[in-house]
């Protein structure tokens, strides 16, 4: 059984950058999509952007350009960088991983495993 852990999360300012760490252990990320969702206070989790097993990354209308995911599959480790942080980033994020089909790679459904989160708080 996979786990999933992140790090990289705190209290910064607007405008700061963050990259967030995801550490797999019990199992390798190598041939698992990883993806990142967060959840901010009072709203459902929301996708935030995905990295193909292949390598290909995905993001929303809303991140693609400030944020950038990346993956070391020797390391067993998946990264977000966040840049120009804004107060609306302000939410617990999430590092999760499957293998389901390429079309569902923004999805939460077919997501196997799941870390417990990291919070991110932007002040303005």
């Known amino acids: 059984q996979m786990q999933l852990m992140e790090s990289g999360g705190g209290l910064v300012q607007a405008g700061d950058s963050l990259r967030l760490s995801c550490a797999a252990s019990g199992g390798y990320i190598a041939g698992n999509h990883m993806k990142w969702f967060r959840q901010a206070p009072g709203k459902e989790r929301e996708f935030v952007a995905a990295?193909?097993?292949?390598?290909?990354?995905y993001y929303t209308d809303s991140t693609i350009g400030r944020f950038a995911i990346s993956r070391d599959d020797a390391k067993n480790l998946a990264y977000l960088q966040i840049n120009i942080l804004k107060p609306e980033d302000t939410a617990v994020y999430y590092c999760?991983?499957?293998?389901?089909?390429?079309?569902?790679?923004?999805?939460?459904?077919?997501?196997?495993?799941w870390g417990q989160g990291t919070q991110v708080t932007v002040s303005s």
């Open positions: 999760a991983a499957d293998a389901g089909p390429i079309w569902s790679i923004r999805h939460s459904e077919t997501v196997l495993y």
């Open positions: 990295q193909s097993s292949s390598g290909d990354p």
